[in-house]
DNA sequence: CTTAGACCTGTGTCTAAGACACAGGTCAAG
DNA sequence: CTTGACCTGTGTCTTAGACACAGGTCTAAG
């Protein structure tokens, strides 16, 4: 299988799948033209990986992972652990696009009842750099 | 003032204000040494560029308004205009992480029941790889 | 057999927003 | 004058691929 068949019959870029190759996640043989063979254990690996990524593991955390059942052990206690690490920086993130969401959304509303101004010589924009002083008082 | 102070007066780090003078938002003088000499209007230019941050606009978008408004113009129109764009991201970016921390969550509390298993040739962890599938029985 | 065109390949570069490393410069104390 | 502490600018690194590009491959027509 060449590399963009490959990445089609998963439904992924055939750039995904170069990134992965180059990081050696997949390990194609090489063809007599020089391309990239992948083989039936490619697709299976390369399914992990998308498996993977689509749970919020990263790729580092991929290659992590694959490097500890290649030397036959088993990933389970490092998968556990690594997901409880990215569960946590997920929240802190939702927390914070939270937080911003409703930040700009106020912005918003409040903006479109505000008059534009022109610049002056120590303010950009007096809709930016009033808000945080607004929402004080 | 040199980058450092500037930088702590206002709370950010010298690497970020040097990042804003290499894109041009800041432009300081240049000391007889060779440092960076940042005035008074510095110190306002960078107030804003953080609040502007601080609401989710990108550099690029900081960029843009600080055009505007150095050639004359108010920036009120495009700041309106590139929040309600932001805010867009902003809310399907928080969708997804909605969804994934609910993914995460639900595979953390469904994999401390789960026995660890040894890798086999088409299997690097079956925590992972028959996730998606138990989910659909 | 040759040629044209369509498609595909690997390699190298680019992204956002700074963080970090590092060689060298500056400054105050001794 | 020198030591050491701190500071500076420049250059490289980060994620997870996307994109550009020169050249190779393959199929169909002539």
Redesign the interface.
């Known amino acids: 299988m060449k590399v963009a068949e490959l990445a089609k019959s998963l439904g992924t870029t055939a750039d995904s799948v170069r990134y992965y190759t180059r990081l050696g996640l997949l390990k194609p043989a090489k063809s007599v033209n020089g391309y990239k063979s992948y083989s039936n ?1 490619e697709v ?2 390369l ?2 990986i998308l ?2 990524r ?4 990263s790729v580092a955390d991929i290659k992590e ?2 490097n500890e ?2 030397d ?6 490092l ?2 652990s690594l ?2 690490e ?2 946590e920086e ?2 802190k ?2 927390q914070a ?2 937080a ?2 409703g ?3 106020s ?2 509303s409040r ?2 009842e ?6 002056t ?9 009033n ?2 002083q607004i929402k004080k008082a």
């Open positions: 254990k299976s690996r399914k992990f498996s993977a689509n749970l919020g593991f992972i694959i059942s290649e036959g052990k088993s990933a389970c206690p998968v556990r997901i409880k990215r569960l997920t929240e993130q939702f696009m939270l911003l969401r930040k700009m959304s912005a918003l903006w479109e505000m008059e534009d101004k022109a610049p010589a120590n303010m950009v924009c007096h809709l930016i750099e808000f945080e």
